[in-house]
């Protein structure tokens, strides 16, 4: 049995972030999520299968950038940013996530659209010249 440490499942959870939502490896993204992954997400079918379906049927524009990353024991948090994949705004998301053995078996999370992106866009239009 490997000795996990915080530091060791924050390194863990931002590569298989960069192998599965960058970098689209679904093959090598499977040896960081468990067969067995349970999906909390309400907007995500369950399981490892349903997140990955999720990313194949979305456009190869998808980026994910991390912002910050906590973990206590085999629970990690990441804040960061999705954008790239078709809506107006970029999502803002924290994701927690479960640890066992170095891989990823559980997933929870609270998105919320990039309120800056949006009122940003809303300011630019109200000062756009109207015929």
């Known amino acids: 049995m490997s000795k996990s440490t915080p530091a060791k499942n924050k390194a863990i959870v931002l590569e298989a972030f960069e192998t599965l939502f960058n970098k689209r490896d679904y093959a090598a993204a499977e040896t960081f999520w468990s067969p067995n992954y349970i999906q909390h997400s309400a907007h995500i ?8 379906g999720l990313i194949k049927s979305l ?4 980026k994910y950038e991390h912002d910050m990353i906590v973990a206590e024991g ?14 107006p705004a970029s ?3 924290a994701d927690i996530l479960l640890m066992e053995e170095g891989v990823l078996v559980e997933h929870w999370d609270v998105i919320q659209e990039d309120r800056y992106i949006l009122d940003l866009d809303r300011r630019l239009s109200a000062r756009a010249v109207k015929p």
């Open 91 to 93: 999502w803002i998301a």
């Open 74 to 87: 085999n629970l990690v948090i990441v804040h960061g940013r999705f954008s790239g994949f078709g809506a």
């Open 45 to 52: 079918a369950p399981g490892r299968d349903g997140l990955f």
């Open 59 to 62: 456009p190869d524009s998808l």
